[in-house]
C-alpha cells in the first residue's frame, strides 16, 4: 500500500503551530504507512511512538535512521534515484535538528509514494 503524500513545508508548519506535538502524529503515521507497504509485521507504530516519547527522544533519534534507511532500502528495490539520507538523519536530532530530518525523511518519502510504480 502507498503512503501519503505530504508537503514538508506543512510537516514543517504543523511541527511548530502543535509546539511539536504534530511529530507524534507524524512518527506514528509513517510508522505505520512503513509497515504496510513492506508488509513487515516486526513494526508496530505504537511501540514505536511509544518508545520515542518514554526515551524522552532518544529512541527518535534512531527512529530517524531506522526509517531513512528503510526508505532508501525501498527506493532502491524499485531502482528509484535517492539518497541514503540515514546518517544525516541520524546525526541532526543529536544537535537539536530533528525537524531537519522529519524534512528530509519527508522528502524521501515522497519520492517514494510518487514513484509509477508503488501501489
Known sequence: MKGTVRSPIMVLLLSLITCEIYMFF??????????????????????????????????????????????YEAGQALNLQMSDNSIVCLILPIFGLSIVSALILQSSLNTLWGAPNVQ
Open 26 to 71: 507524524w512518527i506514528y503515521t509513517v510508522s505505520k504507512e512503513m509497515k504496510e507497504y513492506r508488509n513487515d509485521t516486526n513494526i508496530n507504530p505504537t511501540v514505536e511512538l511509544l518508545l520515542c516519547i518514554f526515551t524522552c527522544g532518544i529512541y527518535t533519534i534512531y527512529w530517524y535512521y531506522k526509517y531513512s534507511k528503510m526508505v
